[in-house]
Each structure stands twice: as structure tokens, then as C-alpha cells.
């Protein structure tokens, strides 16, 4: 993977900043019902959130290149608009996107169609980030995972998950309204055949306009 125009030093002083702010995980309420109990309770309430605008950052990184920006996400049903800000090499950018298909400008002209905004992304900069599977893992849910790959903290909430080549890990969570929401999110994904194995960092600052149902 390939980051255009990114500068491995300041992309790597971007993954320390963000790193630092997300390493010390909210400790879990532990309770006297078991963790898969409490994780069923939990799951049904994060499974009905539809919509929200979150704000935070993101950083890639891949060997020695990279590169981080700021995220502002917007979620309605299975329609979203990611708009990524900040040192990327390729200044601002917004992609829309619904099932099946992506568009991604940027403040240059440019226009990227896909058939995904994870695929839109990756033509633009090089970086792989699953915005697909994060719209779970973004929850709190597991995606496609097997129960059986799932680890849980003591208050039923995910602590991580394997999915495929991914590893998903959970470093903090916030309180949103009367739900427990991530607000750090570590990715890791095994080297395959023709890519580096590389990482993503998403910080969830600041969730907002929670939708419940259609």
C-alpha cells in the first residue's frame, strides 16, 4: 500500500498523537451477571442505532508510510458521507456513498467513481480503510465475525474481534445518551498475497444525532 505525497515522519508524529489520546481504555462497570449475558443486553440496544454524525480522526499506516486526517462522519441507513480533512496529501475530500456505489471529490476537481467508499478511497490515496465493516465495528457489533472470535470486557461490551485479516481491538468507550458507544477503535490487518500488512486508528470524539430504526 501507498500513500501519495505522504511524509512518513509527520504521519508517524500523527499516529503517536492520536495513539496517545486513545491508549488509557475507560475502565468496564462490572456487574454480577456474565459478560455474554450483558453483551446480548448490549447488542440489542447498539443494533438499533441507523443514523449518527460522528466526528474524530483517522490514521494509516503501512511500514514506515502513512498518514492520518480528521473524519466527520455522516450515517443514514445504509446511506453515508464521510468527509476526511487535514495532512493527507490530497487536502479535503468527501465521499458519498450507497449500496454498490461511491463518489469521492476533493477540493482540487477531482471525482473518483467506486463501487464502495473503501474502494474510492484506496484509488484516491492508497489507504485501505473498511468503512463497509466499520459501520458495525463503529457500534460496538461484530460484523460479520463468528461469536466464537469475539473476546468481551467485563460490562458485555466488545473488547475485540477477528474478522477475516482484520483484527479489531477496543481501547475505550464513551457514554452517548443512556448507550455505550467506542470512542477508540484499533485495526490490524495480516500481510496477504500482494499487500503489506498495515493498521487503521479511528478516534470517535464526538457522537451526535443518534437515529434508532429506518
Known sequence: MRARNAAPTAALLALVMLAAGCAAPRPAVRTGAPPEVLWQQHRDKI???????????????????????????????????????G??????MRIEASPGRALLRDTEGGRIEAESADAALRERLGWRVPFGELAHWARGLPGGARE???????????????????????????????????????????????????????????????????
Request: charged residues 30%; glycine residues 12%; hydrophobic residues 40%.
Open 47 to 85: 443494533a438499533a442505532i441507523s443514523g449518527w454524525r460522528v466526528k474524530g480522526k483517522i490514521a494509516v499506516q503501512s511500514g514506515n508510510e502513512g498518514g492520518s486526517a480528521r473524519l466527520l462522519w455522516t450515517r443514514r441507513g445504509e446511506h453515508e458521507q464521510i468527509e476526511l480533512s
Open 148 to 214: 466464537d472470535e469475539l473476546e468481551f470486557d467485563a460490562a458485555g461490551r466488545l473488547r475485540a474481534l477477528q474478522q477475516g485479516r482484520w483484527r479489531v481491538r477496543y481501547r475505550e468507550y464513551a457514554r452517548v445518551g443512556e448507550i455505550e458507544l467506542p470512542r477508540s477503535i484499533f485495526l490490524t490487518a495480516a500481510e496477504e498475497a500482494g499487500e503489506d500488512a498495515f493498521s487503521v486508528k479511528v478516534l470517535l470524539q464526538s457522537w451526535k444525532d443518534l437515529r434508532v430504526g429506518d
Open 87 to 92: 495532512p493527507l496529501g490530497g487536502g479535503r
